[in-house]
C-alpha cells in the first residue's frame, strides 16, 4: 500500500492505485488506509507528502474517514503534511471541510497546519482563501513552544503582504506579541530586509502598529539591531546591491515614524554598518532627534567641559615646553619643571581619565563595549591622557636630551592640535568637512603618491649618473655620513653628487626651487626640461586635479554625514554614559527619571521667558515720552547691554548649565535638510541594473517562447491552407449547383 502511496516520485500514474482500489473490498481498503507505517504515518499522510491529487485523496478518506485527525509520532497529521509540502488548494479545501477542527491540531512543538502554511507562501502555493480557512476555527491566535504565531512564521518565511494582512485582520494583537526571544512579528520582517518584497510587509506591520518604535526594547532585541545584523551581510556581491537598497526602504520606512531618541533606539542605530548608517544620519528624523539631545544641559556641559580641557592643554602645554627648554639651555637652572606649574596638565589628565572610564563603564554596562572598542576616537582619547601623564612627568624630572625633547615635544603638540580639531569637527559641519576633506584625499592620494615617488627616485638615479665623476662634483668627499650630507651650510654645493643629495635636489625642485645653472651639458639640459614637463607641471596638475575633486566630494556628498555621524557619535556617548550612571546610582530605567541637568536647568529657560516677555510688551500704546515709556526702555536697554552678556559669561563659566534652552539651541542645533528626497547615484544604479535584469529577463522569455511563436505560425498556415482548399471546394460546389439550377429553367 505504501509503495502505491509514493507512486508520484515514480513518475505521478496514480492510476495504479485508483484501480487497486478499485480491484479490492472495502475492508481491504478500510485495512490499507488504517495501517501505521515507520514513524506512524498512515495512508493519508503519505498522500498528503507527496501531493497526491483529489481524487486520489478522496478514496483514501472514503475508506477510513477518522484517519484525517491521525497524528504520526511527530504530532503531525495530515493536514500538517499538506500545508508543509505544499498540496493543491483543493484538496487543501477539503482537508479543513471534512475535518475543520484539525486546523488547530498541534504538533509535539505546538505547531498547528496554519504555521507551515505561511511558510509555503513564499513559493506562492497558496492563495488568501486558505488562510483565510485555516484562521477561521482559531489556530491564527495559537502560539508554538517557542512563542512563535502564524504571523511570526509569515514574516520569518517572507510571505507575500495579502497573506500578513489576512493574519493581521484575524488576529490584530499579533502584532504586539513577543516569543521567548522577545522578538515581534516586525523583527523576522527585518531579518529578512534583503528580500525585494519585505518593504511593503514591513510597511503593513508599521501601518497597523506605529507605536511599535516606541517600545522600550532591550538593546539585542530592538528592531534595529536585528536589521544591523541582516544588513552586516550585505556587502562584496554584485547582487546585494539590490538587498542593500532593499534594507534602506525598510530603514527609512521605520525612521519616517519618528521614533523617540532613547537610548537604546540610538545604540541601536549605532550598531548599523555603515553603509547603512551613512543613510541612516542624515533621515530628517534623525537629525530632529540628534537636534534634540545636543541641546540638552548634559550632552552641552560635557562638550563646553572637553572644550576647556583641550584648551587648557594646548595652552599649558605650550607654556611649560618653553619653560623647560630656557631651563635645559642654562646650567644654572634645574631642568625639571615645577609641579605647580604641571597642575592644570594633571587636572586635565584626570578629568579625561575619569570621563573615560566611565563610558568604558557605562557601555560594559549595557553590553556595547564592541561599540566603544570600535570608535577611533576613544583611542585618540586615551592616546591624549597617556601623553599628558607622560609629559607631565617628564616635564617635572627634567628627562630627555635637549635635542630629543624638542623634536618629541613637537611631535605632540601637533598630536594635540589633531586632538583638538578632531573635537571642533563634531562640533561644526565646516570642520566635519575639512577634516573627513583632508583624510579622503590622503586615501585617494595612494597610488599618485607612489607613482610621484618612482618617478622621483628615477630622476635620482639619472642625474646622479650624469654628474657623477664630473667637475661638478670635484672635491665632494663620498666618505660623508649621512648626517653631514644633510648638513644645511653645505647644501648648496655638490647637489648631484650623492643619491640623498640628488633625492633632495630632485624634491625640492618638484617644488619650484629649481637652478638651470647647474645643468651645463646638453643631455643634462634636456633631462632637466622632460623634469620640469613631466614632474613638475603635469604630475602637479594631477595633485591639484585630484585634491579638488576629491574636496568638491566631500563638500557636496559627504558633508552632511560626516557631521550628523559625528554628532550621533557624542550624542550615544552622552546618552550611554547618563544612562548607565543613572541607573547604577538610582536602579530606575532611563523612562522612570527625568534628567537632573534639565530640571536645574528649567530655571533659567523660565527666566528667559520672562525676559521675553519684557519684549513682547506692547510700547506702541504708550505715549512717547512718558514715563512708563522710557522705564520700559531703560531696562530693556540694562537687559541687553548688562544683564545678558553677565548672563552669557555666567553660562560659560558654568559650561552652558546656566545658559537658557533656547540659547543651546540656537548655537549648536543644525538645519534639518532632507537628504533623501534625490536619490543617490547608488541608489540610481542600482535602478538602471533592476532594469536591465527586467530587460534581460524578457528577452530570456521572448527567446524560450519562440519556437512556440512558430510552432503557431505554422500551425496558422496549414490552417489557412486548409480553410483556402475548403473554400475553393465550397466554390465548385456551389458552382455545380447554380449550373444545374440554370438547366433546369432552361
Same mark, same amino acid.
Given at each position: 500500500m505504501f509503495e502505491l502511496c509514493h507512486i508520484e516520485h515514480q513518475g505521478g500514474d496514480w492510476e495504479v492505485l485508483r484501480k487497486w482500489f478499485s480491484r479490492h473490498s472495502s475492508m481491504e481498503a478500510h485495512d490499507a488506509a488504517s495501517y501505521r507505517g515507520r514513524d506512524g504515518k498512515s495512508a493519508l499522510h503519505t498522500l498528503c507528502t507527496n501531493n497526491a491529487p483529489l481524487d486520489v485523496v478522496q478514496i483514501v478518506f472514503s475508506a477510513n474517514s477518522a484517519a484525517i485527525d491521525w497524528d504520526d509520532d511527530g504530532g503531525w497529521t495530515p493536514l500538517h503534511y499538506a500545508c508543509h509540502h505544499g498540496v493543491d488548494e483543493e484538496v487543501l479545501q477539503f482537508l479543513i471541510s471534512k475535518n475543520p477542527n484539525g486546523t488547530k491540531d498541534t504538533d509535539l512543538n505546538g505547531r498547528n497546519p496554519l504555521h507551515f502554511a505561511v511558510g509555503n507562501q513564499r513559493k506562492g502555493l497558496f492563495g488568501s482563501s486558505i488562510f483565510i480557512s485555516l484562521a477561521e476555527h482559531g489556530a491564527v491566535k495559537a502560539a508554538d513552544k517557542k512563542g512563535m504565531c502564524p504571523l511570526h512564521y509569515a514574516c520569518a518565511y517572507g510571505a507575500s503582504r495579502n497573506t500578513v494582512e489576512v493574519l493581521i485582520r484575524a488576529h490584530p494583537k499579533a502584532l504586539g506579541l513577543t516569543d521567548v526571544k522577545g522578538f515581534l512579528p516586525l523583527h523576522y520582517a527585518l531579518s529578512n530586509c534583503e528580500r525585494t518584497d519585505c518593504a511593503v510587509v514591513v510597511e503593513t506591520l508599521l501601518d497597523n502598529h506605529p507605536g511599535v518604535v516606541n517600545i522600550d526594547f532591550e538593546l539585542k532585541q530592538h528592531p534595529l539591531y536585528v536589521l544591523a545584523n541582516r544588513a552586516k551581510n550585505l556587502k562584496g556581491k554584485e547582487e546585494t546591491k539590490i538587498g542593500q537598497a532593499n534594507a534602506l526602504k525598510c530603514l527609512n520606512l521605520f525612521l519616517d515614524l519618528g521614533p523617540a531618541p532613547t537610548t537604546k533606539f540610538l545604540s541601536a542605530l549605532h550598531t548599523l554598518p555603515k553603509w547603512l548608517l551613512d543613510k541612516a544620519v542624515v533621515h530628517p528624523k534623525i537629525q530632529e532627534c540628534l537636534n534634540h539631545k545636543i541641546s540638552k544641559c548634559f550632552p552641552t556641559a560635557v562638550m563646553m567641559l572637553d572644550f576647556y580641557a583641550l584648551l587648557t592643554v594646548l595652552i599649558s602645554f605650550a607654556f611649560v615646553v618653553i619653560e623647560s627648554i630656557d631651563r635645559r639651555s642654562d646650567e644654572a637652572l634645574d631642568d625639571g619643571v615645577k609641579s605647580t606649574k604641571l597642575a592644570p596638565l594633571y587636572l586635565c589628565a584626570i578629568y579625561f581619565a575619569l570621563r573615560e572610564m566611565i563610558e568604558v563603564l557605562s557601555f560594559l554596562h549595557l553590553g556595547l563595549f564592541s561599540v566603544w572598542f570600535r570608535r577611533g576616537t576613544n583611542w585618540i582619547e586615551i592616546g591624549l591622557i597617556v601623553l599628558v601623564l607622560f609629559w607631565a612627568v617628564v616635564l617635572n624630572q627634567g628627562a630627555m636630551s635637549l635635542d630629543t625633547f624638542r623634536t618629541s615635544a613637537a611631535l605632540t603638540i601637533f598630536f594635540f592640535w589633531l586632538t583638538f580639531l578632531n573635537f571642533l569637527r563634531g562640533l561644526l559641519v565646516d570642520f566635519a568637512v575639512f577634516v573627513s576633506g583632508v583624510l579622503h584625499v590622503v586615501r585617494r592620494l595612494g597610488p599618485?603618491?607612489?607613482?610621484?615617488?618612482?618617478?622621483?627616485?628615477?630622476?635620482?638615479?639619472?642625474?646622479?649618473?650624469?654628474?657623477?665623476?664630473?667637475?661638478?662634483?670635484?672635491?665632494?668627499?663620498?666618505?660623508?655620513?649621512?648626517?653631514?650630507?644633510?648638513?644645511?651650510?653645505?647644501?648648496?654645493?655638490?647637489?648631484?653628487?650623492?643619491?640623498?643629495?640628488?633625492?633632495?635636489?630632485?624634491?625640492?625642485?618638484?617644488?619650484?626651487?629649481?637652478?638651470?645653472?647647474?645643468?651645463?651639458?646638453?643631455?643634462?639640459?634636456?633631462?632637466?626640461?622632460?623634469?620640469?614637463?613631466?614632474?613638475?607641471?603635469?604630475?602637479?596638475?594631477?595633485?591639484?586635479?585630484?585634491?579638488?575633486?576629491?574636496?568638491?566630494?566631500?563638500?557636496?556628498?559627504?558633508?552632511?554625514?560626516?557631521?550628523?555621524?559625528?554628532?550621533?557619535?557624542?550624542? *550615544?556617548?552622552?546618552?550611554?554614559?547618563?544612562?548607565? $550612571? +543613572? =541607573? &547604577?546610582?538610582?536602579? @530606575? %530605567?532611563?523612562? /522612570?527619571?527625568?534628567?537632573?541637568?534639565?530640571?536645574?536647568?528649567?530655571?533659567?529657560?523660565?527666566?528667559?521667558?520672562?525676559?521675553?516677555?519684557?519684549?513682547?510688551?506692547?510700547?506702541?500704546?504708550?505715549?512717547?515720552?512718558?514715563?512708563?515709556?522710557?522705564?520700559?526702555?531703560?531696562?530693556?536697554?540694562?537687559?541687553?547691554?548688562?544683564?545678558?552678556?553677565?548672563?552669557?559669561?555666567?553660562?560659560?563659566?558654568?559650561?552652558?548649565?546656566?545658559?537658557?534652552?533656547?540659547?543651546?539651541?540656537?548655537?549648536?542645533?543644525?538645519?534639518?535638510?532632507?537628504?533623501?528626497?534625490?536619490?543617490?547615484?547608488?541608489?540610481?544604479?542600482?535602478?538602471?541594473?533592476?532594469?536591465?535584469?527586467?530587460?534581460?529577463?524578457?528577452?530570456?522569455?521572448?527567446?524560450?517562447?519562440?519556437?512556440? *511563436?512558430?510552432?503557431?505560425?505554422?500551425?496558422?498556415? $496549414? +490552417? =489557412? &491552407?486548409?480553410?483556402? @482548399? %475548403?473554400?475553393? /471546394?465550397?466554390?465548385?460546389?456551389?458552382?455545380?449547383?447554380?449550373?444545374?439550377?440554370?438547366?433546369?429553367?432552361?
Open positions: 599618485f603618491l607612489l607613482a610621484m615617488l618612482i618617478i622621483l627616485i628615477a630622476f635620482m638615479q639619472m642625474f646622479n649618473t650624469i654628474f657623477l665623476e664630473t667637475g661638478y662634483c670635484d672635491g665632494y668627499d663620498k666618505n660623508q655620513t649621512f648626517v653631514d650630507t644633510c648638513d644645511p651650510e653645505s647644501s648648496e654645493a655638490y647637489r648631484f653628487c650623492s643619491n640623498w643629495r640628488t633625492f633632495l635636489s630632485v624634491y625640492t625642485m618638484l617644488l619650484g626651487e629649481v637652478d638651470e645653472a647647474d645643468f651645463e651639458g646638453r643631455f643634462a639640459t634636456l633631462l632637466f626640461v622632460v623634469f620640469v614637463f613631466l614632474v613638475v607641471i603635469l604630475l602637479a596638475t594631477v595633485l591639484i586635479a585630484i585634491v579638488t575633486d576629491s574636496y568638491i566630494i566631500i563638500r557636496n556628498e559627504r558633508a552632511a554625514i560626516v557631521f550628523w555621524s559625528n554628532r550621533l557619535d557624542f550624542i *550615544v556617548e552622552m546618552d550611554v554614559i547618563r544612562h548607565g $550612571v +543613572l =541607573k &547604577s546610582l538610582s536602579g @530606575a %530605567e532611563e523612562g /522612570e527619571n527625568k534628567d537632573a541637568t534639565n530640571v536645574s536647568a528649567s530655571n533659567p529657560t523660565q527666566l528667559w521667558k520672562s525676559v521675553l516677555d519684557i519684549f513682547d510688551e506692547d510700547s506702541n500704546r504708550m505715549e512717547i515720552w512718558s514715563l512708563a515709556f522710557l522705564y520700559l526702555t531703560l531696562v530693556r536697554l540694562f537687559i541687553i547691554f548688562v544683564i545678558m552678556p553677565l548672563w552669557f559669561l555666567l553660562g560659560f563659566l558654568t559650561a552652558g548649565v546656566w545658559w537658557p534652552s533656547q540659547w543651546r539651541k540656537r548655537m549648536l542645533e543644525q538645519k534639518i535638510t532632507d537628504h533623501t528626497s534625490k536619490a543617490p547615484m547608488s541608489e540610481l544604479k542600482v535602478l538602471k541594473d533592476d532594469i536591465a535584469h527586467f530587460q534581460e529577463g524578457v528577452k530570456k522569455q521572448l527567446d524560450k517562447n519562440q519556437s512556440a *511563436v512558430y510552432k503557431f505560425q505554422t500551425d496558422l498556415d $496549414v +490552417l =489557412k &491552407s486548409d480553410l483556402e @482548399a %475548403e473554400l475553393i /471546394e465550397v466554390h465548385g460546389v456551389l458552382t455545380a449547383l447554380f449550373e444545374t439550377q440554370k438547366k433546369m429553367h432552361s
